[in-house]
């Protein structure tokens, strides 16, 4: 049966179907969810960096209280514990929550795209506490923008900052940097050009990789934020990519005129269109719409709606669907939406829950959530997710979430909301004969037909 265009743009560019929700009509009413506002962050988000570094910088020093002796703090230091412990559960829910919304699956695929792409793998307390701000402030607000915006904001976060340790970087020459015998550290430097821009293979050198590190140094965190430290920074100008920046004083500005050039670099380009491909629509997607989106990335100089649109305008992104398996998030949040569960079912689950619900089948699936192997975050390739754990996962996920959400749902009912015309004959009989409910329920979303997109 032929796939309708609801059907693509549901599984492809969005997270299925929900029985609440309208279908898409066409390619503007994706884009659309772009130009507006960001309703998944309105509806759900945590406290602002700020207000994060607050309770941090508390809990910090009621700890160093405690370990000095001083057993009056306890009580606060348990508030201070369950709050910070709330904070980082709240991250979690939200993440699931605002990809569940009806009309936001594109916007949402796309954030977690950027989120993917710019993989930060909380360390530490500091970390933790301000993962979900890296997400909803460091992220969210430019994924309608230009990769230039995206990419200053991601970089020089103070979560990239303390996962690369950047924080740990000296100019060799600075008076800091002299003083304490300590010299760069080129993580950061190294995975902007390999990871975030230009790509593996790109046109950089390791001299680019140290120039470039050098020009980082400066950028550094305290528990008040991020900042430039002059002290820090590496004396004089340094060349990167053929071009010079900086100079005395040092200054946070040379820094972001490099990522912007190497925002707008062709191996960027090409790097950062080709990911956008493979993500959404093949693990091999064809040679003419990296193309297309490249030349489309270069001609705006990394307007990323633009570059989403020539992604949704070319006619391969809208062959066959099953050309991806969905990652073990994905496939969550798709069975969620599928069987009625709502964000705001999720508004105050009950102590436990989202370790049980949502952080446990998700490492389960292979997927631990702030956890990916590395800064090149998790793996695209279907025999990455198609493994006997993994799908073991899946299934005993399957049983106790249709056991908990799928009381009231025909299992013949709901093959056709959540499959429609991608349900073939064999599932279908399957179904029908099912003993039990959650049998029939747990057939349809352990499917093939559901588990790929």
Known sequence: MEQSFATKSAFRFGYGFSPTERDATDIDALMAQ??????????????????????QRAYQQLRNTMK??????????????????????????????RAMMDGQGFRERIAFFWMDHFTVIPKGRAGNALWGNYIEEGLR??????????????????????YLDQVKSFGPNSPVGKRKKQGLNENLAREVLELHTMGVGGAYTQSDVRQLAELLTGLDFSKDGAKFSKRKAEPGAETVLGKTYGGDPARRSHIESFLRDVARHPDTARHITRKLAVHFVSDTPEQSLIDHMTQVFRNTDGDLPSVYGAMLDHPSAWEVLGQKTKQPFDFMVSSYRALGVTPQDFIEPPNGQINKRLILPMQFMGQPLRKAPGPNGWPEEAEAWITPQGLAGRLQWCLSTTTRWGQELDPRDFIQTALR????????????????RVEGLTLVLASPEFNRR
């Open 68 to 97: 000095k002796g001083d057993e009056s703090v306890k009580p606060e230091l348990k508030k201070a514990t369950r709050l910070r412990n709330r904070m980082r559960g709240d991250d979690t829910r939200h993440l699931f929550q």
């Open 141 to 162: 607000p430019h994924i309608a923008s230009s990769f230039g915006d995206l990419l200053v904001s991601a970089v020089t976060h103070p979560s990239m900052l303390i």
């Open 34 to 55: 772009l130009r507006g506002p960001d309703l998944g962050v309105a509806q759900f988000s945590g406290p602002m960096l700020d207000e994060r570094l607050a309770i």
């Open 421 to 436: 015309e991608l349900s073939g004959g064999t599932l279908k009989f399957a179904v029908a004969g099912a003993e039990r």
